[in-house]
């Protein structure tokens, strides 16, 4: 017992070392011990561990607490009844040494894959744990890992979203075996981008392919849409549907997302978004044929009547809507038609009666007029609430209600500025180790060189000319933009 705790314990507190090459030499050598005392006293470590976690501090001793946790799971047949085992695993990944942690990243990604199976805790429990755990391997988000992936599956599956936003509202700008991610300097080197640390190599993550990068996308619009987050729903399945793709395939993910993502664009702004440029010609295709139904709803939403959107969507019916997994959004769309149709008054009118509104606009529920003016009121007033209309209901005394369109405000109080800008300034900080590894990244990409180089030959030919879309990204096969992102 005594033996086993002063190997376990012999590794030093982190901030006690702050050279880069000590440490890592030194978390190299504890990593081996720990190996070696567990095979040489495999028949006792077992027995001892339970009682050598009492002696262990998770924050400070992280590869040793892992270690003998590692020890017990593979021990005990059925762990999720075994409630101080769960409290050690809690307490693990609440506090675990995120700088230690990286010398032993396939023991925490076994960890964290057990846990994701949605077994071992509550699926609560489950997706809390998991989402601190990524926060604490890579506060800056950028990096997407194979955790990612059974995380935001699991959430949304068990309907536990909340937990999860601060993961999924991070911006993802690195995948695992990306080309120009490799870095000479130790795991330990807290100045590491996240690609440098967070590989397959490493056991931090394991390898993704384009479906999976593309199903995390998903399941994150996915639950925007179940949080009515419009815009960042939009975001993640436009990333979807302009993926770049081998052969210009488009794939089942990307034509359920394409047809989501119209329905979304009409809540979001009321009208129907127009694929991006950056989206390739073979699903741009695709889309045009797969998506008809939906872009049939969108003529209707912005051109026709309620009475003829109503139609669009009963010509189909709802079994059709269902099998294709939007009805509760279609149903969102039909509600929302009349909402748009209000704030499109603004437009004509400063002020207008309830009365007016109820003549001039309908439900594309019905696809006819509000039948009372109570109704139009508490329309208004739900859409005064949610945010999308700027204005105020009034009602003189003997007169009819009126709605008052009022202008948005601009103006920020100085305290309101400061707090923006000191918001601005922490989120460019946290964005330079992002920047730097993409300008070295950059730096060693042939395909980029070679774009620099032609566009600085052809800059006296194109003075004057808008290169939109039709630079970098488009000097480069699918092929290469592929193995660039995803590695071979």
């Known amino acids: 017992m005594d033996h086993c705790a002063s190997v376990l314990l ?47 501090n998770p924050s400070i001793n992280s590869i040793s607490y892992l270690a003998l946790l590692q020890t017990l799971l593979l021990r005990d047949k059925v762990p999720q009844t075994n409630q101080p085992l769960l409290s050690a695993i809690t307490t693990f990944l609440m506090t675990f040494d995120p700088r230690q942690i990286r010398y032993v990243g ?49 959430a949304y599956q068990t309907d536990n979203i909340e937990p999860i936003i601060p993961v999924i509202e991070k911006s993802i700008v690195f995948y695992p075996g990306m080309k120009g991610s490799s870095d000479s300097r130790h795991l330990c080197d807290m100045q590491l981008p996240p690609p440098a640390y967070i590989t397959p190599e490493t056991g ?38 302009s993926y770049p793709t081998k052969d210009g395939i488009c794939s089942n993910i990307m034509a359920k997302a394409h047809s989501k993502w119209v329905l979304v664009g009409l809540l979001l702004t009321g009208k129907t978004p127009t694929v991006p ?51 509760g959004l279609m149903r969102l769309v039909l509600a929302h038609y009349q909402r748009w149709k209000i704030v499109g008054l603004r437009d004509v009118y400063t002020k207008i009666s309830l009365a007016q509104i109820r003549t001039l606009t309908q439900s594309a529920e019905t696809g006819v007029p509000l039948a009372t003016e109570a109704e139009v009121l508490e329309l208004v007033l739900g859409m005064i609430r949610d945010g999308m209309l700027n204005g105020v209901v009034e009602q003189p005394e003997g007169q009819p209600a009126y709605l008052t369109f009022l202008s948005p405000t601009e103006e920020l109080s100085e305290a309101e500025f400061g707090a923006k800008m000191l918001q601005t300034a922490q989120r460019i900080k946290n964005l330079e180790p992002v920047v730097k590894a993409t300008n070295e990244r950059l730096g060693t990409s042939r395909e980029y060189l070679r774009y620099l180089v032609r566009d600085s030959k052809n ?21 290469d933009l592929m193995s660039g992102v995803l590695g071979p």
């Open 459 to 479: 800059k006296d030919k194109d003075v004057g000319r808008d290169p939109g879309f039709g630079g970098f990204d488009h000097s480069i096969e699918d092929e």
């Open 10 to 56: 012999a590794f030093p507190e982190a901030k006690e070392i702050t050279d880069n090459d000590v440490y890592h030499k030194a978390a190299r050598q504890h990593v081996q011990k720990v190996e070696r005392l567990i095979k040489e006293n495999a028949a006792t470590f077992g027995g001892l561990a339970a009682q050598l976690l009492e002696h262990v």
């Open 106 to 154: 396939a023991a925490l990604s076994n960890l964290l894959a057990l846990i994701g199976e949605g077994d071992l805790f509550p699926a609560s429990v489950a997706v809390d744990l998991l989402a601190t755990a990524l926060l604490r391997i890579d506060p800056t988000g950028s990096m997407l890992t194979s955790h990612h992936i059974s995380l935001v599956n699991l």
């Open 277 to 327: 440029t950056l989206a390739w010609q073979g699903p741009q295709k695709a889309y045009g044929t797969l998506g008809k139904p939906y872009t049939s709803i969108g003529t209707a939403f912005e051109q026709e009547t309620a009475e003829t959107l109503n139609a669009e969507f009963d010509t189909l019916g709802q079994q059709f809507w269902a099998e294709e997994g939007n009805l």
């Open 204 to 241: 931090l993550t394991a390898k993704l392919n384009s479906s999976s990068v593309l199903q995390y996308d998903l399941l994150c619009g996915l639950c925007f849409i179940a949080r009515s987050s419009w815009q960042q729903a939009f975001d993640a399945l436009e990333r979807v549907i």
